[in-house]
């Protein structure tokens, strides 16, 4: 047994279902912003505000931008610790990451709750 | 009248710690009866013949011990199962890759064999002995078929990326291929220990399917899908 302490959750199943469950949630997501584009005839400004208006949207983007901070931090970290393999460099890295993530979070509940 | 000769070209790696400050390919020309195949190890050892100073491991010259892994030509084999004339010149060949290199084709394994070690590759059954022997099923023993055969050559383990950067947290294809050989086997009791000590996010899931252990496995087995397993069933337990 690995003890990890700065992976999503410290449990190879459940990180690797964390990874999953989220990547169908982005691929549902994509398919149905997709769907919008394509059976829009004309996408305007108003078109927009009245689709992220509706409360499901909002709730789902909510949903797609907490999957993408999910799946990026499970991707991310692994691929910080296959290639950087001195502590503190890689530690930094993380947490540089996770900040970055969290902010995106942040701003992706403002940004959609404003509208 | 002569018979007819044909030359085959070596590029073989090259290091001696105690001598070389770093590693060179030497070249090599083999010249070998025009008519005649043979395989690979043959030839390396009619190579050492001209250079004894040339060091590399075998012994059963049979495809079973697994000593003589190496790169061949880019992609993990065994020299004794792989017949020379399949082989594009100038044959290329290095240590297995990721492991630390004694001399010349000669690894150090001990960080493949450590990871074997963490997965107690023995049967592991606490109940009383039987007065003869641990009966299977037909249906329970087949389930071993494709498991049991891994010669430990480490051919897999060492062209998998994934163990190249982790080869002290990942246990590795040819080690899962053996810990999932014991889960399966309705002979062992040990099997929610054997799935617990696997589900840290390296042991197991480190692997990310990339699959150069199937391409390369001289036995032709099926490491990946082994590991799919024990994913299923550390799922299936709810680890």
Known sequence: MVRSATSLTGNGVRDWLWQRVSAVILALYTVFILGFIWSTPQLDYVVWFQFFHHIGVKLFSILAAFSLLVHAWVGMWTILTDYVKPACVRLTLEMLVMIALFVYFVAAIVIVWSV | ?239
């Open chain 2, 1 to 239: 009248m002569s018979e007819a000769m044909q030359s085959v070209k070596f590029k073989i790696y090259r290091f001696n710690p105690e001598v070389d400050a770093k590693p060179y390919m030497q070249e090599y020309e083999l010249n070998i009866p025009a008519n005649q195949d043979m395989m690979l190890l043959e030839a390396i050892l009619r190579i050492k013949a001209m250079d004894d100073s040339l060091a590399f491991r075998r012994s059963c010259r049979e495809g079973v011990c697994g000593s003589d892994g190496m790169n061949i030509n880019g992609r993990n084999g065994l020299a004794c199962v792989t017949l020379l004339s399949s082989l594009k010149q100038p044959i290329e060949l290095r240590p297995l890759p990721g492991l630390p290199v004694i001399r010349d084709l000669i690894v150090d394994m001990t960080a493949f064999f450590k990871q074997y070690e963490k997965i107690k590759p023995y049967l592991i059954n606490n109940e009383p002995l039987p007065t003869k022997e641990r009966l299977q099923s037909p249906a329970e023993r087949k389930k071993l078929d494709g498991l049991y055969e891994c010669i430990l050559c480490a051919c897999c383990s060492t062209s998998c990326p994934s163990f190249w950067w982790n080869p002290d947290k990942f246990v590795g294809p040819a080690g899962l291929l053996q810990a999932y050989r014991f889960i399966a086997d309705s002979r062992d009791t040990a099997t929610a220990e054997r799935l617990e000590a696997l589900t840290d996010p390296f042991s197991v899931f480190r692997c990310r399917g990339v699959m150069n252990c199937v391409e390369v496995c001289p036995k032709g087995l099926n490491p990946t899908r082994a590991i799919g397993h024990i994913r299923s069933e550390l799922l299936a337990e709810g680890n």
